[in-house]
């Protein structure tokens, strides 16, 4: 079974703090991406990655920056938290064969204080 | 711009009664299309997924849902509902080419009466 874990399941942090968020995928997978969720927003991409060093923003870039230096890990950091970057983060990983199923983490729930 | 919209925010059902849960998209093309649930505190899981062929999708745990391209539709569906089917659940379309981003809808939460 494809497995991503994220390094914690709840996170607190202080306005003005800077908050890396790791997320790992153990099925080889090219692409690795990260969402936000809010209610009754849905997830909305915040930015992908297509291989190795490479990235691409998504729909709401803009408060953030990541970084995959190794395939199967793919961090999501918050230069400066905000108040309203308080949210759960889901990261997800997809194959470049076949379908285009994502394969989920168990998310991260971020409070910024 | 492409969109997926779930009608439903919340929705509430017995226990034994038959659920659909309603997702429309817009795309000038058929997307690939998908459905997920997540229970409370835990990621998302997919229930099952379309791209072509027969219309009518079995996914895990019971459900189904149809495709119909004249209404832009892929509703999810089961006959008999559990309480341990009390979620949120997310339409999602993926466009073929490209780096196939998902787009979701935002959700519908299920209640599920005893």
């Known amino acids: 079974d494809v497995k991503v874990t994220q390094s914690s399941r709840y996170l607190v942090k202080r306005t003005g703090e800077k908050v890396f968020l790791e997320c790992v995928q153990d099925m080889d997978h090219e692409n690795m991406f990260w969402y936000r969720q809010d209610p009754g927003l849905g997830l909305r991409l915040i930015y992908f990655?297509?291989?190795?060093?490479?990235?691409e923003k998504g729909d709401i870039p803009e408060g953030y920056s990541v970084s995959r230096e190794k395939k199967e890990r793919f961090s999501l950091i918050l230069e400066s938290a905000s108040t309203n970057q308080t949210s759960m983060y889901l990261c997800?990983?997809?194959?470049?064969?076949?379908?285009?199923?994502?394969?989920f983490g168990p998310g991260t729930r971020l409070t910024v204080l | 711009a492409q969109s997926v919209t779930q009608p439903d925010i919340h929705i509430t059902v017995s226990e034994g009664a038959s659920l659909e849960l309603r997702c429309n998209y817009s795309?000038?093309?058929?997307?690939?299309l998908f459905w997920y649930v997540q229970s409370p505190g835990q990621g998302l899981q997919l229930l099952l997924k379309?791209?072509?062929?027969?219309?009518l999708v079995q996914g895990i745990k019971g459900f189904e849902a149809e495709f119909k391209r004249s209404q832009s539709s892929f509703n999810l569906r089961k006959p008999s509902v559990h309480w341990s089917d009390a979620a949120e659940y997310f339409c999602?379309?993926?466009?073929?080419?490209?780096?196939?981003?998902?787009?979701f809808g935002a959700g519908t939460r299920l209640a599920v009466h005893p």
């Open positions: 379309y791209f072509s062929g027969d219309t």
């Open positions: 997800a990983s997809r194959g470049s064969l076949g379908d285009n199923e994502q394969f």
């Open positions: 999602a379309v993926s466009l073929s080419g490209g780096y196939n981003k998902l787009i």
């Open positions: 990655s297509y291989d190795v060093k490479m990235k």
């Open positions: 795309y000038g093309a058929t997307p690939y």
